[in-house]
């Protein structure tokens, strides 16, 4: 089973993560932030993969360690349950309607972590998620998964709409670049 289990400790968070990437639907998250944990739920369920995770983070400060944090053992634990990579599809891509917002995602797990990131969110906030944040955590898994994550909004006026288009998108380019489609590693290099 392509798994990963561990815990993070630093004086901002501690965060416990369960990750599996070949079952689906054991989601369990709670980050303290509301929203956050939904889009998390969001993308795992596209992943089609499970993932428990718990961070108690020095949200009396704000959100940005939390969010940063959890993109960060998200990323590690999404790099450590893929092992020498053999047999993955390699790349994903997505492109999700949310209402008025449409996403592109485009994604390659090549062990080079890059994220470009084109997207104006227009609210400052959805519920107490500070809305840039979701560059930062997909800042923090890409290269902390070793992956180069391609994140374009086409349109889109709602925030809530434009973020959850986001975060299903890139699920659902993860779900196909795991998936594994052979024995061997995708590289003419022969590693990942």
Sequence with gaps: MRKSVFERRTNETFINIDLNLDVKGENKISSGIGFFDHMLELLAFRA????RLEC?????VDAHHTVEDVGICVGQAIKNALGDKAGIARY??????MDEALANVALDICGRGHLVFNAEIPA??????PTELTEEFFRALANNAGITLHINLAYGKNSHHIIEAIFKAVGIALREAIAINGIEISSTKGVL
């Excluded at 108690?56 to 009396?60: A, I, T």
């Excluded at 400052?124 to 998620?129: D, H, L, Q, S, V």
Aim: glycine content about 20%; aromatic content about 4%; overall charge negative.
């Design 124 to 129: 400052e906030n959805c519920g107490t998620f």
């Design 56 to 60: 108690r983070g020095d949200l009396h």
């Design 92 to 97: 994903g891509t997505a492109s999700l309607p």
């Design 48 to 51: 089609g993969i499970s993932l």
